[in-house]
């Protein structure tokens, strides 16, 4: 049984307290952390940290993302309820449900199957009503098509934009993506048009994301 306690609530009330002070206006975003209890997405011997804004392990050497990158990363996506967001790196799926409890219709995929396994249980646990797949999320989501998208967020550190993941997102969409190997730069491109030409990219500083990793190195 998962719970969640006074403290719990008000460590998590501090935490979107930190992310206003550090620049993240979104109210929606901010509500939406305001929800989700962090601790229940990691392993309960890292409890006492889960409302740090820090990265934690989640076992298959990943990382659930800090708060302040989850909320950066939300922010910028600007999600209004009802969208289809695909998501590449579903991790511990505290991410996920901070989308879904912002109202989007979730698609997440993972490559790591003990990570698929775990987290897709944990969301309809939970009740986030995300749809989980195994697969490479370089490649976008290509076993079944929910696409297009109107909002793709990558939450692990890609070494170029993805063609594919361009290619299932709506026009008039936002995808945001951290690029770069070893840093990242925060991307938000916004798709003007299927040209090239017509994607307006904006950078929203550096990070660091675990890699992602392409099929052959699947486990
Ligand atoms: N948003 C998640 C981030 C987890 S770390 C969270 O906060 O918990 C990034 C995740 O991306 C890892 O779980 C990793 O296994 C996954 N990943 C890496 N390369 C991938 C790829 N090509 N396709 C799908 N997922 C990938």
């Given at each position: 049984m998962m719970q969640d306690t006074y403290k719990h609530k008000g460590l998590r009330q501090q935490m979107v307290e930190g992310l206003r002070r550090k620049g993240i206006s979104d109210e929606a975003v901010l509500q939406a952390m305001a929800d989700v209890p962090r601790h229940w997405f990691i392993d309960s011997a890292l409890d006492a940290y889960a409302y740090e804004d820090r990265a934690l392990k989640i076992g298959c050497e990943q990382t659930i993302?800090?708060?302040?990158?989850?909320?950066?990363?939300?922010q910028l996506l600007a999600v209004q309820p009802g969208m289809?967001?695909?998501?590449?790196?579903?991790?511990?799926?505290y991410?996920?449900?901070?989308?879904?409890r912002m109202g989007a219709k979730v698609f997440s995929v993972e490559r790591q199957k003990g990570l698929f396994d775990h987290t897709r249980r944990l969301l309809a646990d939970l009740r986030y009503r995300a749809k989980c797949f195994l697969g490479?999320?370089?490649k976008g989501l290509q076993e079944v098509n929910y696409g297009p998208y109107d909002r793709i967020i990558v939450?692990?550190?890609?070494?170029?934009?993805?063609?594919?993941?361009?290619?299932?997102?709506?026009?008039?969409?936002?995808?945001?993506?951290?690029?770069?190997e070893g840093e990242q730069e925060m991307l938000r491109i916004t798709k003007q048009g299927e040209a090239r030409e017509q994607w307006l990219v904006e950078k929203f500083g550096t990070y660091s994301f675990v890699p992602m990793l392409d099929g052959r190195q699947m486990r």
């Open positions: 993302s800090h708060p302040s990158t989850v909320a950066m990363q939300s289809k967001v695909l998501e590449i790196g579903t991790g511990s799926g991410q996920t449900a901070v989308l879904c490479d999320g370089y939450t692990c550190g890609a070494p170029e934009v993805p063609p594919s993941l361009m290619a299932q997102l709506k026009v008039g969409g936002i995808m945001v993506i951290p690029l770069g």
